[in-house]
């Protein structure tokens, strides 16, 4: 049974792929990527933007005048504020996110860039990001479009995500393994020592 937020995915799939559409026929594909990618950042960073644009107690009419003084006066492409509108009008502003992240993936498949998540114990240096992309790019022919997380609970290393491939490289996960060595290794021999003990029936 699909979920409600199966449903909003599916939704923001639907809009992006349409917005990509009307976004080639204007050869404006990259700059409108660019665009959203700016009012994703604007979500994130800024709570009473996100609530104007996903709270249901505010009126469609009322949310559409503030959307238009927030984006307009060339603060966006026209094509970017009309799709803005359209989403307020159909009552999906709160999907602006999701819409945003769906694009970006469109885009990059068409561009034939990879989206690269990277989880590191500390922030990347620029020689580490130049190498990655170096290696992505040799391992699937694409240049890569790279997304960085810092999680200090890794110990070191990184966890690398390249569409369904996950690359683990952290310490945690080798301090797991090692730890799954031993355990093996300890019951192997406290049964050794058991079956000393044990006569057959």
Known sequence: ???DFDISQAAASIYAESLLQLANEADQAEEIGSELREIKDLW???SSFAA???SAAIDIHARRESIRKVFGSGRVSRLVLNFLLVLNDKRRSMILPAVCDAYRRKLDRQLGIEEVHVTSALPLSDEQRTRLRAEIKRMTGNETDLFEKVDP???GGM???VADRLYDLSVRRRL???RSVLL???EKHLMGDVSRFVSPG
């Open 52 to 54: 104007m644009m996903s």
């Open 44 to 46: 994130k960073r800024d």
């Open 184 to 186: 093996a290794s300890l």
């Open 159 to 161: 966890t690398i995500q």
């Open 176 to 178: 797991g393994d090692l």
């Open 153 to 155: 609970d890794l110990l």
């Open 1 to 3: 049974m699909a979920t």
